[in-house]
């Protein structure tokens, strides 16, 4: 059987002020096209996975917005955590929830903040994947080719081992600093992590065994809760033991049964404002607008939003900016300046 895991619990502290923790960016609608990144996400995925095999890991009190925005969902597609532990225990506790189902099953572990432009050709390749994950005890991970040296990504290094479509991984390096990643773009060797994973249930489950022994034995302690009525209150006790750890650093980087599927289906992650900038439709001075109206003199290269279509921004002397607001906050900060939006955010908690 096909499984798929969304992960949508994170908050998006790079895309704040948009992003919210009251409502993170997996729930907007970023192009008004009428579906969240979450619901194009999950919409994507029941192509070609059964939709009650289809899970949804968020945090608890996100739980009555997937619901929401999944009104066809079952209530048993929503697996609630207590705490935020990152992507490697949400990972870890979906793997628990569906060996419990069928201890055979493929998985493929997604995040709900991408946006896929190709989808047949995402379906191609994902299909493939599964059905390799399915008599191979590799972890397979989908990578994409560098355009930038963005630092916001997970590094891919390629070996010359090959298995069909499936190159053997050197090296896997989460997030480098400018430096290393100018250096990784420019040697050719390497690939975006896309984020997406494709394995086994018991090959990820020992992984964890592995690499993360603290999670496993915070979840493992009790197994025969897993798909039972008694799993929620299980999480409730056993999932705060867990480490707040990404499954890129804690495994990811470790493990050494790792292939790469190089694909090209018009992907792009919705992380930052900068990604956001690259998809966005710009004027002659590549100035973009979205959901406002803005007016530019001796402007160049900004992204300028407002959650008011009706207001009208106007920008003069500025360029290479991010203009942001939404609510009580506005943003203005230099757009090679990014990374830091998640700093800000936590002195504005702190301060405001
Ligand atoms: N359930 C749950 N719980 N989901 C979470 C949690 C959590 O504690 N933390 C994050 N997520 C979800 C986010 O909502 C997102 O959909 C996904 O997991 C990935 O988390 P991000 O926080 O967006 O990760 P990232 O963008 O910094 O890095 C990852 O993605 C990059 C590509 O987009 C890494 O896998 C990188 O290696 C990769 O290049
Ligand atoms: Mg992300």
Known sequence: DNYCVIMGGGIGSRFWPFSRESHPKQFLDFFGTGRSLLQMTYDRFKRFVPEENILIVTNESYAAKVKEQLPEIGA????????????????????????????????IVAPSDHLILREEEFVRAASEALEFVADHEQLVTL???PSRPETG???????????????RVKTFTEKPNAEMAAVFLASGEFLWNSGMFVWNVGSILEAFRKYLPEVTSAL?????????????AFIEQAFPYCPSISIDFGVMEKADNVLVMPVDFGWADLGTWGSLYELADKDQDANATLKT???????????????????????????????????NVLLICRSEEEQRIKHFLADAALKY
């Open 293 to 327: 109206r803005a007016l530019f003199y001796e402007a160049e290269r900004n992204i300028v939003t407002t959650d008011n279509p009706d207001k009208l921004v106007v920008v003069q002397g500025i360029s290479d900016c991010i203009i942001a607001e939404s609510e």
């Open 76 to 107: 048993d597609q929503i697996l609630c955590e207590p705490t935020r532990r990152n992507t490697a225990p949400c990972i870890a506790y979906a793997s628990y929830h569906i060996f419990a189902r069928n201890p055979k099953a493929n998985i």
């Open 220 to 232: 493992e302690s009790g197994m025969a809760n897993y798909n039972t009525p008694q799993e929620q």
């Open 143 to 145: 990578g994409i080719r």
């Open 153 to 167: 990504y997970g590094y891919i290094q390629m070996a010359e081992e090959k298995v069909g479509n499936f190159i």
